[in-house]
């Protein structure tokens, strides 16, 4: 039996113990004695949030099929157990085992959202595990950090030993196997970080070194040895259908934030917004096969007892197959009494009929994401939305007998006007209005709309890298604007009004964009006490504040500053298939307010052609 590495006396000083206790259903237990890798898999925030991330469960369930390799689980501690693990002395431990991390091979660290780094540093800490890359000795885990942010690993390359960059189901294999040769070999851990950085998509941030000109952007960033790349190239996967999926996912003992099966239809998406990073990221598009998806429904289903399926994607009404797979699952999470969660949907005929039949009217609302207040900053962004589509959605769902509508918007978007601020209000008016059309007797209750804005944050690889960011102020002025002009409308008490943070969008600009001189500062925030930044009730600006100040870093240089076309960004020498010049090209074209068809109905020449697949084959048939 696990011995488990807290005391019964600190579970009960804790709220949720079953963050720690680990031994959930479809969790691997091994004999460590059996394997050559130890691998524990961490996300750096609290265990709801973790446990909900699907990315883990394949990388897990993936790993765990090695009878070489055993893969264990690690969690941010929330502020009650920190505390209660620096005064006992306690390290952190896995789950699965509750062995200390500091004796694994390896720490994996998926890196999801720019708030968590300074959780990052949280978990080296508490693993004593040196947070400086280069303090650690054969002694201690290689560090490997993977996910979305790795796409700028710049202001965290101190901290890591490697990075992944790209679908983990490619590469990771071939890295465990150079670890176990050079092991066998009696190799140092620089003989491994060497032999690693040989390895397609593996990024060593020590055997780089970057040079800067007097205006403080890139001059150059090159290897020191001659024999690794001077381009990470990104590692994806062509066939999503023949790869690794989870069949039996790990259940929790408390309720996660989603808490529920996920079902992984398709990779990437062909609409092509030129905020959207993840849209970028994951190009090309490519599809699960459906009898695929229908299996593993029924496999994760069984093995699990969730009460709700989920459908996941960037776009799930792109998927071509979705009639077919959604007839499916109605029928047999109809007869299992299970829910069917179908976000990403345009509000089409098709997704009002399928919505309907599968969720209780009364209790859900409706979600649409406009993203801009009018129609020409709609074409800047590419949206690919019309005002008449969404109020045409919106109507043709109150009419099915919805009466509550969520509208996602953005401020601060590259060429933003008052009158853009300002339709955004239009806009909600305009669907109460549409509400208000219906007979009163054949209403359902009240209208509610809620909009929402988050503030614009220019991303990595996207068109819009070249864009400058809004200062606090300027977010919080856009943000007023809006909601006075919605206090204006005839129809305001119909709608409800909330923005983000505007303060911790800037900072997520500033890491999002940040270089390695950003590293130091993310160190000092932590000294000072930051930790779940992304967490409302415990981000403290002033400690960023002070700590920007006192390793005399200008914010404004990653955030407001105009950048030139032939700027080199922290991130350029990874290559993610789009190319620099059609990122460029979007650039322009967002100036000149001009739309780029989506890749089914046209291939505009991203780049990600070069993998030969997915959605980039079917659009030259």
């Given amino acids: 039996m696990r011995k488990l590495a807290l005391s019964d006396e600190i579970l009960l000083q804790i709220e949720q113990p079953a963050r720690y206790i680990g031994g959930e259903v479809n969790s691997v237990m091994k004999d460590k004695n059996a394997v050559d890798v130890r691998f524990c898999m961490c996300f750096p925030d609290v265990y709801e949030i973790g446990m909900s991330h699907l990315g883990i469960q394949i990388l897990y369930d993936m790993f765990n099929q090695r009878e070489d390799v055993w893969c264990e689980r690690v969690y941010s501690p929330w502020p009650d157990m920190d505390k209660l693990m620096r005064e006992k002395q306690i390290p952190l431990f896995a789950l699965e085992s509750q062995d200390p991390i500091k004796n694994f091979d390896f720490l994996g660290i998926t890196i999801q959202y720019e708030m968590c780094y300074t959780n990052i540093l949280q978990i080296l800490d508490l693993s004593n595990i040196p947070l400086l890359a280069s303090e650690r000795t054969d002694e201690d885990p290689i560090v490997i950090g993977g996910g979305p942010c790795t796409y700028n690993p710049e202001p965290l390359a101190q901290f890591f030993d490697l990075f992944y960059i790209g679908e983990g189901e490619t590469v990771y294999f071939e890295l465990l196997d150079s670890y176990k040769a050079n092991k066998a070999n009696g190799g140092s851990r620089e003989d491994f970080l060497h032999m690693a950085a040989k390895i397609p998509g593996i990024y060593v941030p020590s055997l780089y070194e970057v ?38 996912p790990i259940v929790p003992f ?39 998806l229908k299996k ?28 077919e797979l959604v007839t499916f699952l109605m029928d047999e999470c109809g007869k299992r009494g299970v829910n069917i969660s179908l976000p990403s949907l345009r509000i089409d005929a098709f997704s009002l009929d399928v919505m309907k039949k599968v969720q209780d009217i009364r209790k859900s609302s409706l979600t649409f994401a406009p993203e801009a207040g009018s129609q020409r900053l709609r074409d800047v962004i590419n949206k690919g939305l019309t005002e008449e589509v969404i109020v045409d959605g919106a109507g043709k769902a109150f009419d099915g007998g919805w009466s509550k509508v969520k509208l996602y918007f953005m401020l601060g978007l590259p060429t933003e006007t008052e009158d853009d601020m300002k339709g955004i209000a239009h806009l ?31 991303k990595p690889f996207t068109p819009f890298q070249w864009a400058p960011m809004c200062t606090k102020e300027e977010f919080l ?26 303060d911790v969008t800037v900072l997520e600009g500033i890491l999002a964009r940040g270089d390695r001189k950003i590293g130091d500062t993310i160190l000092r925030a932590y000294q000072k006490g930051s930790l779940f930044d992304a967490w409302s009730e415990y981000f403290h600006p002033e400690y960023w504040s002070e700590a920007f100040e006192e390793c005399q870093i200008d914010t404004d240089f990653y955030t407001v500053r105009k950048r030139e076309d032939n700027e080199i960004f922290p991130w350029d020498f990874i290559n993610i298939g789009v190319s620099k010049d059609f990122l460029l090209r979007e650039w322009k074209n967002a100036k000149d307010e001009k739309v780029t068809p989506n890749c089914r109905m046209q291939c505009s020449g991203c780049g990600a052609g070069q993998y030969k697949g997915g959605v980039c084959i079917e659009s030259k048939g």
């Avoid at 593993?296 to 979705?322: C, N, R, T």
């Avoid at 909600?428 to 007979?439: S, V």
């Fill in 211 to 248: 040079t800067y000109m007097e205006d403080g952007t890139i001059a150059s960033m090159l290897p020191i040895k001659e024999d690794i790349p001077e381009k990470i190239e990104k590692q994806i996967v062509m066939d999503i259908t023949d790869t690794y999926y989870p069949k039996a």
């Fill in 296 to 323: 593993k429904a029924v496999e994760m289903l069984d093995a699990s007892g969730h009460e709700e399926i989920s459908l996941s994607s960037l776009s799930s009404s792109d998927y071509s197959q979705l009639p």
């Fill in 477 to 502: 002025d856009r943000a007023h604007i809006v909601r006075e002009e919605i206090h204006a409308q005839l129809n305001q008490k119909s709608i409800r009004y909330n923005w983000h943070e505007a």
């Fill in 428 to 458: 909600c008016e305009l669907i109460a209005k549409r509400y208000y059309e219906i007979p009163k007797e054949e209403r359902h209750g009240k209208c509610q709309i809620t909009a929402s804005t988050s503030f614009f944050v220019p």
């Fill in 254 to 292: 408390i309720k996660a934030t989603q808490d529920r099966v996920v079902l992984e239809i398709q990779r990437g998406c062909i609409r092509g917004c030129r905020f959207c990073q993840a849209g970028m990221l994951y190009r090309p598009t490519r599809e699960r096969d459906v009898e695929f």
